[in-house]
């Protein structure tokens, strides 16, 4: 905190205007997460998902039979939070994608998005039944956080099951945590925070770099439980 503060008062003196040396700081921090960790947000991403959302609408209308853009399509607006039209694609390539199990726990997801719990719930164990590592076991962690509130027995099978799998994502263990700390589990959720640094030190460099953002997060939340 301090270093911070001698950084500003030297920007300050150099710049002359505080606002315009508190902004030179804000922007260096935000290059040197986006290079090196990556919590904030991308600034270019969600142009870039603009732009691809574009080009897949242009593509479907020259083939309106292409199925891998239209999901492709419905996957970009489920990332937009887009739910209702993500489900009414969705629900257009039932027939074509029946036999794909990430189809099934998509579907699914955008219903219990849309609070559609039954039928969400019964498409997601569908889709893990034809591939149980489906999305690396992120589906049972969606159920378990919708159910957290609701249904703890059915919360915490759904988190037993995700831990059969034995996933290496950082970012599930960390949603993991969340949920054991939300079930009321500290010490369980705690164990979990330490099994994801446990992970991320196994992993490969090339693999801690996509997963640096997850383990910050651990690391704070494991201060602050």
Known sequence: MLGKFFIFSFLWY????????????LAV?????????????SLRKPFKRLQHIRRLKQTIALNPNDTSSKY?????????????????????????LEDSADYWVDSGTVKIKL?????????????????????????????????????????LQYLDRFREIHTSSCEAYYLL???????????????A???NIAIYRAL???????????IVRSLWKRLTL
């Open 193 to 195: 925070l330490d099994e």
């Open 115 to 155: 609070q559609q719990s039954a039928e969400g719930e019964s498409e997601i164990l569908k889709g893990l039944s034809i591939n149980p590592r489906s999305k690396y076991g992120a589906p049972y962690l969606l159920l378990a956080d919708h159910f957290a509130k609701t249904n703890h027995v059915k919360a």
């Open 29 to 41: 921090i935000y290059v040197l997460d986006r290079q090196f960790v990556g919590i904030f947000p």
């Open 14 to 25: 150099l710049l002359g205007n505080p606002f315009l040396a508190l902004l030179v700081m």
């Open 177 to 191: 945590a969340g949920i054991l700390n939300q079930l009321g589990k500290k010490k369980e959720a705690k164990e």
């Open 204 to 214: 490969p460099k090339y693999k801690r770099k996509q997963e640096r953002k997850w």
């Open 72 to 96: 492709e399509l419905a996957r970009l607006e489920m990332e937009r939070r887009k739910y209702e039209s993500a489900g009414k694609r969705l629900e257009g390539l039932r027939r074509p």
